[in-house]
């Protein structure tokens, strides 16, 4: 079966292009333990943009730093838009637009326990406050989307009123996130069609990976209608974060067939920046940019791989900037040992190589040797389709 559904949706027509917008600089800062210098900041909003994603958000409100890191980065002019993003209040629109934003995103609550208990507001003050930023940012000739904070748990209908009363107020964008990472994706998508039905303004998703689902429920959103979903690199953000960029960019590209101009091939160095600045290190099975994410182990697969890389590579290393590598040793099997062989410099027999691979599970040592393999070493090599 084709994986590309979405495509064929589409009837043979090109692919829709959905955007990336990253948000590493506010999202990704709300991750336990990150806080980037005001150089890591611009250095990762260039290296967003080089990479190709459509937006970039950062938070001018959290700290004078910021502040000055928002205004560097308007500044530098780059091709993305530089999404300011803070509370919905005048003053937080305020902050935006001395930093010289041509967009912001403000966020509200707007289920019962965040309109009830952490806002301590009525479903009236919350419209109220929705429209009034929404009218302020636009008589500023702000670019604005709305944040329907924790709309996944709020009430459908409220949530619909709220679509078409900022719609009314000029917002550009909505965004509709599944704040606490509760969605499945099949809830999802009738959550935005439900909005898409509703408005026709541009939608957001962004989804939370409290329960592993934050990249297929930003999917189902996208495929229900939304036209842009939120990353950050290597998913951080707040508690267990939102999708990684990595994955997101690869899906969109591969699967979808997204028309971005996104540089894959910078996706592992990207990741290996953040994790220089946070100090986290990237888990090696990490999807794409991981260090197992290209490593090859069992005899079946060593053999194969050994002929045709894309009998187990969905996506060949190159192409995001990772590497391929065999992993020797008690599941290595004949082809494997004859491999290594080879690459000693002993030209074993099949009989040779048998015993070598015997001798390797006998030895019940596990893994013994790592070892890249180059397309150059590969004895046959079919294009990548
Ligand atoms: C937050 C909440 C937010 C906002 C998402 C958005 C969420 O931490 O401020 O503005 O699109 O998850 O709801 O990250
Ligand atoms: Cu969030």
Redesign the pocket.
Known sequence: MDPNIHAEAHNGQPAQKIRI?D?TL??GE?HPGVSFTNKQRIQIAWELDSFGVDQI?I?PVVSPDHREATRTIIGLGLEADIVS?G?ALRQDVDVSIDCGAKWC?A?L?ISEVHMADKLRITRDEAMERAVDTVQYAKSHGLKV?F?L???SRADPEFVRKMCVAIRDAGVDRI??????GVMRPAGMARFVGMVRDTVDTPL?V???NDMGLALANSLAGVDAGADQI?TTIDGI??RTG?PSLAEAAVVIARLYKSPNRLKLYQLRDLSKHIEMYTGIPIPESKPVVGSSAYKHKAGTHLAAILRNPAAYEPVPPDVVGNRRTIVFGELSGKTGAGHLMSILGLDGSDQQARDVAAGLKRLRMGDLLEMPLPDSLVQRITPDE
Do not use: F
Not at 175 to 180: A, E, I, R
């Open positions: 917008l948000s506010r999202e709300q958000e938070s993003h509370r995103a966020y609550g989307r944040t904070e924790d709309g965004s509709l996130p599944d704040t606490v957001d962004h989804t939370h939120h953000g707040e939102i």
